[in-house]
């Protein structure tokens, strides 16, 4: 984003509206003159990038390009199903890499690997926003993390096991794993920005939640593959060999979606605005001897950006954790942990949850379109997170099939009325700035996953555990406080997390706060507006004048090849 702080020297541009340091004078408020003046200058850098970002201009490239949509629909289904499919395998892969150990241990260790791709996401969006925003741009740093997720994948597949290479193979498979996690925390919002910076304004939400809707896609797709070798082959055939056949199926996926991807346009925002930043730091070389700063340091070193990241994460804390409490937790927890239902059961229920989550998303994504602000439709969903996940817990006491169903499929439903939009949103908040786009959705996205997400099931099986303790189930009376509350605990957690997303969400600033603010700001914007717009058509009509007199002079005179100009003392 660019800044207006005398840290940051970006010239104005034909995407940005030029004298927002104007605004109080616009007001002819002597009182907020006074105000400013006492400021200190933390406080007025945070004031000057405030005013720069709501003095962005909706840009005008949004085409509605349906390669960029079908590059990252693609991109993200092929890299959630290799990531997932670890997952999805992880007793096999624990037997042949971790056989010295007893069953429990196996899948510990298993798991373990899992966590590290965890572990290595946000590592991955630093790389891969350095990469779109200042390298070679969205379309490339798309291309590049496909590439990353391939390779690993196949190694994956063909890897020996312990009992050939020894301890030399699980260390591969966890090295393979974390190449894994960096091309994840890139890709995902790698897709969410190439696709809504190619947006028309009216379909960012829809377009956002068909990217969303694809990674759930990827889980689904995972889920297929691997239930169909369980299925062809036997158990032993499975942990001996067949558990490979799921790794090396990108081989067919791959060249196919690299077709997809290469097919994509540049994003236009980001082309243009990466020309003039380039311009902006020879400047910089030239004058100051400085380098060029990498994305994630000009990220950090605004106050007002850090306070869009932290806001942005905290919005992020509910939906993340709400993620993997339904699709992950909720299966392992009602069939191994309560034992209410077998594990196929389990995966049955999830798998049509899963479905209809993706049906309310697209519907919520095109829904947010319709409202006046971004957040409208979070703020109606986010309510709902924080009552549905604790009634949802209760709703598993009762061990009926229906009641265990209805309470997934409410909570689904509230989480795909924050999700629906939250895509858009996210790229929203850094759309005044291309350049540092790709790096504030990948670093916020991923901190919020690995934060919230990634440590989710584990603390919702250790607060279960303590929900347990302080049951007392020799009360000859039991009430509500002493039996069902403490059942709640997980889902307590996640509302407790949907508290601090509901505050976050009116920390952040977004462009359509100047639409839906007070008359001042909008007053103020519309007259800097119009001030741009007068300068334009100025120069234009003044270099249309000069362009005019000199072939005037040409017309007048003729070409004389032996021509001086006058010396000039």
């Not at 090295?175 to 995902?188: A, E, F, K, T």
């Amino acid at each position: 984003m660019e800044s207006m702080a005398p840290t940051t020297s970006t010239p104005a541009d034909a995407t940005r509206i030029e004298g927002m340091d104007q605004l109080e004078k616009n007001s002819n408020s002597k009182d907020a003159d006074s105000e400013y003046a006492n400021m200190t200058e933390a406080e007025r850098q945070m004031r000057d990038e405030e005013l720069s970002f709501y003095s962005a201009s909706d840009h005008n490239h949004g085409d509605d390009n349906i390669w960029g949509l079908l590059s990252g629909v693609g991109g993200n289904i092929y890299e959630w199903y290799d990531f997932a499919v670890y997952g999805l395998l992880a007793s096999e892969i624990g037997a042949n890499f971790f056989p010295q150990s007893s069953k429990e241990l196996q899948l510990i260790n298993s798991f373990g690997v899992y966590l590290a791709a965890f572990i290595m996401r946000p590592i991955g969006a630093i790389l891969f926003g350095e990469i779109g925003d200042r390298l070679v741009g969205r379309k490339h740093a798309l291309m590049f993390s496909i590439l990353l997720i391939t390779i690993p994948s196949i190694l994956m597949g063909i890897l020996p096991g312990f009992d050939t290479w020894g301890w030399t193979s699980p260390i591969l498979m966890v090295l393979l794993r974390m190449m894994q996690g960096l091309s994840v925390g890139g890709q995902l919002a790698g897709s969410y920005v190439l696709s809504i910076e190619q947006s028309s304004a009216k379909n960012r939400g829809f377009r956002g939640s068909i990217c969303d809707a694809s990674s759930v896609g990827g889980f689904l797709l995972a889920s297929l593959v691997t239930t169909f070798v369980r299925f062809t082959f036997t158990e032993d055939q499975i942990v001996r060999w067949a558990w490979r056949l799921p790794f090396l199926f990108s081989l067919l996926l791959a060249p196919l979606l690299y077709h997809v991807v290469n097919q994509t346009e540049e994003s236009k925002l980001w082309a243009e605005r990466s020309e003039q930043k380039e311009t902006q730091e020879e400047i910089r070389e030239t004058v100051n001897g400085a380098d060029s700063i990498p994305a994630i340091y000009d990220l950090m070193s605004s106050p007002f950006q850090r306070r869009q990241l932290a806001g942005m994460i905290g919005i992020l804390s509910s939906t993340t954790s709400t993620f993997y409490i339904l699709f992950l937790f909720c299966p392992v927890f009602l069939s191994e942990v309560k034992g209410v239902m077998t594990q196929t059961e389990a995966d049955s229920m999830n798998i049509a949850v899963v479905g209809m989550y993706i049906v309310f998303l697209l519907l919520c994504g095109q829904t947010s379109d319709k409202f006046e602000h971004r957040r409208d439709l979070i703020c109606i969903g986010l309510p709902g997170i924080i009552v549905a996940c604790p009634v949802m817990f209760s709703m598993f006491e009762t061990g009926s099939y229906v009641g265990i169903f209805l309470g997934q499929i409410i909570l689904c439903f509230c989480l795909a009325l924050v999700t629906g939009g939250m895509a858009a949103m996210e790229v929203e908040l850094w759309m005044a700035d291309p350049t540092l786009s790709f790096t504030g959705v990948a670093v916020g996205h991923n901190v919020a996953a690995t934060l919230f997400g990634g440590t989710m099931p584990l603390l919702a099986t250790g607060l279960y555990y303590q929900s347990v303790v302080l049951v007392d189930k020799n009360e000859m009376h039991p009430n509500f406080f002493n039996t069902l509350v403490p059942q709640m605990l997980p889902g307590l957690y996640v509302s407790f997390l949907g508290l601090i997303s509901l505050f976050c969400v009116y920390v952040v600033k977004h462009p359509h706060d100047v639409r839906t603010g007070s008359r001042k700001l909008q007053a103020a914007v519309l007259e800097e507006n119009r001030k741009f717009k007068e300068r334009t058509t100025k120069k234009k009509k003044r270099r249309k004048k000069l362009e005019a007199q000199l072939q005037n002079m040409d017309a007048g005179t003729g070409y004389n090849e032996n021509y001086q100009p006058p010396a000039i003392t």
